[in-house]
């Protein structure tokens, strides 16, 4: 199996490339990251920006170390995007990600992805409307897809999310709204699942299963995240917490699903107030005993 490392538990701690391109190699030993726009915004001005993104670049090709894809973290999860009730918010929502392919693009990483978004409370419980936003949020990715294309990304990554306004919330749900664009756009769109909200009960009608998920999407995944949770958040732990999600739930899991090709990446996000070293030595932890699974 595949083990990789989100770069969300860096944020607010380890903010020199050099530093954390360091740690991810000699302490974490991985070989495969995917960088998080909590690091570095794509609306911040073009000329630092890339000059920030060819730092991390740098740093991480100097130890090895590939930027697989670039992800949306929890600064740009908080915003409605695609599913935003007005079209002028899901313009300003498509500009946003076109910059975020272009930092995509400056990190060196060939994929991009992120959540689709969620509609307004009065959109979801409106049928017609919610009919609306979903071929709006196909059409946005379409558009998308062809920038990506043009600046020469390979794919686009949406991730499954436990709640209902934000589509993707069930395995049929999440591997219908992809289906429907698979050969429609100018790269391919595919599925990130992660383990946290496959597990997550809070929607009743999902299926709380990750063998279900990726049975039912295997066509269409292409990433998964890895955290620990006890199954009623979004927890987003590291492994030393006790949860639901063990070393060997996750090696049976993919090996019944026949999808032990598929990169992995653990994503930590902390409390910003929790202790850095506290944090660091959790890691440590977590990626060791992940290690002894995937290695």
Not at 220 to 231: A, R
């Amino acid at each position: 199996m595949k083990l990789g490392l989100n770069l969300s538990f860096a944020t607010k701690r380890w903010l020199k490339p050099e530093n954390l391109a360091r740690l991810c190699a000699e302490t974490f030993n991985v070989s495969s990251v995917q960088f998080t726009f909590d690091l570095i915004d794509p609306w911040w001005p073009k000329i630092q920006r890339r000059e920030l993104a060819t730092a991390y670049r740098e740093a991480f090709e100097e130890r090895g170390i590939q930027i697989a894809s670039a992800f949306g973290g929890v600064a740009s999860y908080t915003y409605a995007q695609l599913l935003a009730p007005t079209q002028a918010q899901r313009d300003v929502s498509l500009a946003f990600w076109k910059r975020a392919v272009d930092l995509t693009v400056e990190l060196g990483a060939r994929a991009v992805g992120t959540p689709l978004g969620g509609m307004s409370y009065e959109d979801w419980k409106d049928p017609a409307a919610a009919r609306e936003l979903y071929a709006c949020a196909q059409a946005s990715l379409i558009q998308l897809a062809a920038y990506a294309r043009e600046r020469g990304l390979s794919e686009i990554m949406i991730e499954a999310t436990p709640l209902r306004p934000e589509i993707l919330y069930t395995p049929k749900a999440a591997r219908q709204f992809i289906a429907e664009l698979d050969g429609k756009t100018a790269v391919p769109v595919r599925l990130l699942i992660d383990w946290g909200h496959a597990l997550c009960t809070r929607i009743p009608e999902a299926s709380h299963d990750m063998g279900v998920w990726l049975r039912e999407c295997a066509p269409y995944v292409s990433g998964i995240h890895l955290q620990q949770t006890d199954g009623l958040w979004d927890r987003h732990w590291d492994f030393t917490a006790e949860g639901l999600v063990t070393p060997a739930l996750i090696r049976d899991t993919m090996r019944q699903a026949g999808m032990e090709h598929v990169p992995q990446y653990l994503e930590v996000v902390t409390i910003f107030e929790d202790d850095a070293d506290e944090v660091l030595a959790r890691m440590k932890a977590s990626m060791r005993q992940l290690h002894a699974v995937f290695d």
